[in-house]
């Protein structure tokens, strides 16, 4: 059995039960490095997993790994210059850069933005791909080195039972030509122009793309025979809407006894700048409770069809013998708001909505130990900590949390900041949290009228209200704090250089606050 290196094993000493430390006494620095499977998933919420957050979804797969390895409590997305939230986000977890250091919206991945592909492919490792790529050509083909069943660069039907595929092309050009569906007995077809766009697919027509990307996981783990360790990178589409999932997993979930959650509502109190992106346009106006209960019955179907996906790739590591060898890494790219305030989608800085998302370590390597972090961490921070804990080194401006997970710092920040466009901006820090809104600022429009600008002011206490229903902005005894975490989040932004003007935005948030 491949064992931890010096340098892991040093580590993470703090961690083990003596006797799981027995068990690695003898350790160099020239044993083997582990497998590394890297799992993403899409519009996943924290309490996405029953383990984190209680809630009525079956995540047993998951639960099992929470409960066997780490569980980051306090993991955000930092934000998005995109209504398409998993752009950047996906940018900030393959360069380990803040959502500020990205290039524009983060759709490009330039060669002086060294990926965790590379990173791993450059120590030795075998880079894997399979799923889901949101970035550009160039920064897939130089990250990985082979994939399997990749969607992204192809026709997009907006439908899990018809999604178009392509092959790994070693030249790098995938040409949205070489798509393919599969048919409901797996069999390839060509694109062909009946195949319109909408969420029309049901099981009668082909796989589930989490079905797809678990076959393609398995089937390398199953066939892996280099003697170099593999990082694979195993990105789920679910759950994403369409929130479709074959008729067994819906069945788990009958609409009238789903339980809303406390930040319900029929309608947004406010124009948040975003009410009427794609998303908001999936249900009609008010949110009824009957709506609510349905999305959040889809909601949790696809995400237990996943579930059993992700136990499949598990099983196969342990049929194999590479459980023991390996970390399993998983996270979501950002929350969903699914009938949370009035919302359906992740254009917003509420936690649960669109920035609090699921962050475990685990596999065999973490046999025996199980721990809940709870330092503020972002998306970002995950590849510095991934390879702090493969011995890879990296210069990227995320925080390994190697120190926090082993003891010897309780958090390496002690704020978390965050920004969706130009319309939104939020501070957290100890228990409280702020939310500043900036619909646009007073202007003439083309027929001459005065439009005047709207500004919006949240106060959370996060501690005690944990699904921000109760905004104390406005209540004097929390000027103070109000105070306080204003001048906190300016200060942010300037070190953080908070400036989206030069993204082409007719007006700049700050520019709009201050004014």
């Not at 983060?106 to 590379?118: A, C, N, Q």
Request: net charge negative; charged share 25%.
């Amino acid at each position: 059995m491949k064992r931890l290196s010096l340098l892991l094993a040093t580590t993470l000493c703090g961690l083990y039960s003596s006797s799981a430390l027995a068990q690695r006494s003898n350790l160099s620095a020239n044993e083997s490095k582990p497998n590394v499977l890297l799992i993403f998933t899409d519009d996943h919420r924290y309490t996405g997993v029953h383990a984190l957050g209680g809630h009525q979804v079956q995540t047993p797969h998951l639960d099992q790994l929470s409960n066997e390895g780490l569980t980051f409590t306090n993991a955000y997305l930092m934000g998005s210059f995109s209504g398409a939230t998993c752009i950047p986000s996906r940018a900030m977890l393959h360069t380990g850069r803040d959502l500020f250091k990205l290039k524009g919206i983060g759709r490009e991945l330039p060669v002086e933005h060294r990926t965790i592909g590379e990173a791993f492919k450059e120590a030795g490792y075998f880079s894997y791909h399979v799923g889901k790529w949101h970035q550009d050509k160039a920064s897939l083909s130089r990250s990985f080195d082979s994939g399997a069943a990749l969607m992204g660069f192809g026709v997009y039907l907006t439908d899990h039972f018809r999604m178009p595929y392509q092959d790994w092309d070693p030249t790098g050009g995938f040409p949205a030509e070489d798509a393919y569906l599969l048919d409901a007995s797996g069999n390839r077809r060509a694109l062909t122009p009946n195949d319109k766009r909408g969420p029309t697919g049901t099981e009668a027509d082909g796989p589930h793309s989490s079905e797809v990307f678990a076959d393609g996981a398995v089937s390398f783990i199953d066939s892996y025979d280099r003697q170099q360790p593999f990082f694979m990178y195993l990105a789920f589409h679910a759950p994403h809407d369409p929130r479709h999932a074959p008729q067994a997993f819906k069945d788990k979930y009958p609409e009238d006894e789903i339980e809303l959650t406390p930040s319900y509502l029929a309608q947004h109190p406010f124009d948040n700048g975003q009410l009427i992106v794609r998303d908001e346009k999936l249900a009609p106006w008010p949110r009824t409770p009957e709506m609510a209960r349905k999305v959040l019955s889809d909601y949790y179907a696809i995400i237990t069809h996943m579930d059993a996906q992700i136990g499949r790739v598990i099983e196969s590591l342990k049929q194999i013998g590479q459980w023991d060898d390996t970390i399993v890494v998983m996270a979501g790219d950002s929350g969903l708001a699914v009938g949370n305030h009035g919302l359906l989608g992740k254009q917003s800085l509420y936690d649960e909505d669109g920035l609090h998302v699921p962050f475990i370590i685990s596999g065999g390597y973490f046999a025996g130990m199980k721990k809940r972090v709870d330092a503020f961490c972002y998306i970002h921070d995950i590849f510095p900590t991934i390879c702090d804990l493969a011995g890879i080194p990296d210069s990227v401006t995320g925080h390994s949390l190697n120190d926090v997970i082993a003891g010897r710092e309780d958090s390496s920040r002690d704020s978390t900041y965050h920004a969706y466009m130009q319309f939104q901006r939020a501070y957290r820090k100890g228990d409280y949290k702020l939310i500043e809104y900036v619909r646009s600022p007073g202007r003439t429009n083309r027929d001459g009228d005065f439009v005047a600008g709207s500004r919006v002011t949240q106060l959370f206490n996060y501690r005690e209200d944990p699904w921000e229903t109760n905004n104390l902005a406005y209540f004097p005894e929390y000027e103070e704090i109000l105070g306080s975490l204003r001048s906190g989040m300016r200060q942010a932004a300037i070190e953080l250089e908070d400036d989206n003007e030069a993204l082409g935005y007719s007006h700049d948030f700050w520019e709009s606050y201050t004014n």
